[in-house]
């Protein structure tokens, strides 16, 4: 009912401002009485994905939807938004766009900022997606999970098939690529899981570790959850059971370091640190709650790295052969 109220309000920025703060509150109600980190998660990407919808309805008009498609892509392609994360976007098109339309998406975006959110986009054609996927694989890596809002469903389609291990990046050239950008984003933390203020996304052991798991079951076995890792093989039951562990830990901290900070922070200052201590039952005994709770991370962060790299160790294998017998694979 709020977004309907919202196409016919007179004061568009203000009441999206007033719906992401309800949204933002009612997150964190959700977190205070105990809700799971999933939950926050997805029913975060949710709403924002109405709040998005109902901006561009109105935002988007001038734009031919035959030759257009939104797109979700990174984390909240993922459909996994922390409570401040950002937000990225594609603004995809079948050709390059009119000035009125190049227009119309610069009024879009610029909306989403002032209402509160951090928007990341692009703006590209089907062919300039192609070849920056080619040239650069991170950018093939957020197209691989990314995740269409509206405009022509066709046109997303098609992104998706151009981008298949059969027309660039063969499961061993991603594999490859993907260990290097791992091992370059562990020494910018000195290669160790155990900082005092560790990064709960890019950290060794962090959530980067978990996504390094999902995208290469991605490339090699077509496998797009963790269930399906499981289903294929490459995990067994209590390597499964840990995962889901590691991951719930970690996204329950991120969301309550997101909240503590009522902003976007992913380092585990020590000025949040107690709080977050607290938050999880831990209290101070012979051993302080804060050492309690960064135990209990480097526990975790520690078997997450093993996992990291005992499915770095099963794909390849795997990677080589789908690359020289069939890159179409299964």
């Known amino acids: 009912a709020a977004f309907d109220q919202f196409e016919a309000g007179d004061d568009r920025t203000a009441m999206l401002q007033q719906l992401l703060l309800n949204v933002r509150h009612e997150l964190k109600q959700y977190h205070l009485n105990g809700a799971s980190a999933q939950t926050i998660v997805t029913s975060h990407s949710w709403m924002i994905d109405q709040l998005i919808n109902a901006a561009g309805r109105i935002m988007l008009q001038e734009i031919d939807r035959d030759d257009f498609a939104l797109v979700a892509v990174g984390g909240y392609g993922r459909a996994e938004l922390h409570p401040y994360s950002d937000i990225d976007l594609l603004v995809l098109f079948s050709r390059t766009p009119a000035v009125e339309e190049a227009n119309a998406v610069g009024s879009f975006i610029r909306l989403l900022w002032d209402i509160g959110l951090e928007v990341g986009h692009s703006v590209r054609t089907l062919t300039e997606c192609f070849a920056q996927s080619r040239d650069d694989v991170t950018v093939v890596t957020n197209l691989m999970e990314s995740r269409f809002l509206c405009g022509e469903p066709s046109l997303f389609d098609e992104l998706i098939a151009g981008i298949q291990p059969a027309c660039l990046w063969s499961p061993g050239d991603f594999l490859a690529a993907k260990r290097s950008e791992q091992a370059m984003r ?71 370091l997101h909240f503590t900070a009522a902003r976007r922070e992913d380092r585990l200052l020590f000025q949040h640190q107690r709080e977050i201590a607290l938050f999880f039952g831990y209290v101070d005994t012979r051993t302080l709650a804060v050492e309690k709770l960064m135990k209990r991370y480097y526990r975790t962060v520690k078997e997450l790295m093993f996992l990291n790299n005992l499915c770095l160790l099963y794909t390849s294998d795997a990677a080589d052969e789908r690359s020289s017998v069939d890159l179409g694979g299964r």
């Open 186 to 256: 562990y020494h910018r933390y000195d290669d160790t899981a155990y900082n005092l203020e560790p990064h709960l996304k890019e950290g060794p052991g962090a959530l980067r570790d978990l996504h390094m798991i999902s995208w290469i079951g991605r490339r090699t076995l077509g496998a797009t959850t963790l269930n399906e890792l499981l289903e294929q093989r490459l995990v067994s039951p209590n390597e499964f059971r840990s995962l889901l562990r590691a991951r719930n830990l970690l996204w329950r901290m991120r969301n309550c």
